[in-house]
């Protein structure tokens, strides 16, 4: 009941935070709107210099209010995200060990910022891509994108990118709990690199080398320091830990650990029955 009791309480915490960030993110809709329409609108004014008529618009006689009402939702789940996390945090944290702990703050801690130089990154090579596709638009035709389509396929490609920059802190998780070596990391140098460079030339199909360049240069950079902190981080385990090289022995030879384990005295007593 006291778990259930804590629980009620951080959630109702949360949601009151989620409430008034919404309220501000209803007062500042107009700033948030001009923000996430600035890509396209730059894209825009490069196209109606070629001739072509683009422009954001609305289709139905609700959709201005759902969407002030949606963008005021995630802006509100977006500024009280400090204050849900913190609250989720310490509801999990009585069933961590210390260790435990150590870790997930280090790992959120480097999260946060890597998730946010994703989506700035993305934020900034967005008008290049909505160039690309919409320079597909036939001269002399109009291209009228629905609002809540175009803020969908921003978001979506914005959390895609920022994802992407969690890939490092992924694969040194999966080292730290030991599931992968920096050895094997390594080994795979070529599928990162060409699996990077395919992720970067998804997220820019004109093709463009700067803007390939300015998404896989980071990636790269990050994963491989990633690689880097697993070799670090094996020498210190083995170090702390020793032990023998098991794919060097025969499957005949005996292992050193039957070796090392104790053998209990036969009891003089114990004559076999079944007592």
Request: hydrophobic share 55%; aromatic share 12%.
């Amino acid at each position: 009941m006291e778990h259930l009791s804590e629980f009620r309480s951080r959630l109702l915490k949360s949601v009151l935070a989620i409430v008034v960030m919404t309220i501000v993110g209803w007062i500042f809709y107009d700033q948030i709107f001009t923000f996430l329409a600035k890509p396209l609108e730059d894209v825009v004014a490069q196209q109606k210099a070629s001739g072509l008529d683009i422009r954001l618009v609305f289709t139905g006689i609700s959709d201005p209010f759902n969407l002030k009402l949606k963008i005021s939702f995630f802006a509100g789940l977006l500024f009280a995200s400090p204050v849900w996390l913190w609250q989720l945090w310490r509801f999990v944290t009585p069933g961590l060990h210390k260790h435990e702990r150590r870790y997930a703050i280090a790992f959120v801690a480097a999260a946060v910022p890597l998730f946010t130089a994703g989506v700035a990154l993305g934020y900034l090579v967005l008008p290049g891509v909505l160039n690309f596709m919409l320079g597909f638009t036939p001269v002399g035709a109009s291209n009228f994108p629905r609002v809540d389509e175009y803020l969908t396929f921003e978001l979506k490609f914005l959390a895609l990118l920022g994802a992407g920059f969690l890939t490092p802190l992924l694969l040194l998780l999966l080292n730290v709990i030991g599931l992968l070596s920096g050895k094997r990391m390594l080994r795979w140098w070529r599928w990162i690199i060409i699996t990077t460079l395919i992720i970067a030339g998804l997220c820019t199909p004109n093709g463009d080398p700067v803007t390939m360049s300015l998404i896989a240069a980071p990636l790269l950079a990050l994963i491989f320091g990633a690689v880097g902190l697993a070799l670090l981080n094996d020498k210190r385990r083995a170090r702390l830990n020793p032990e023998p090289d098991y794919s060097k022995m025969s499957d005949d030879e005996a292992s050193p650990i039957a070796d090392a384990m104790p053998v209990e005295p036969a009891d003089p007593l114990d004559d076999g029955a079944t007592r």
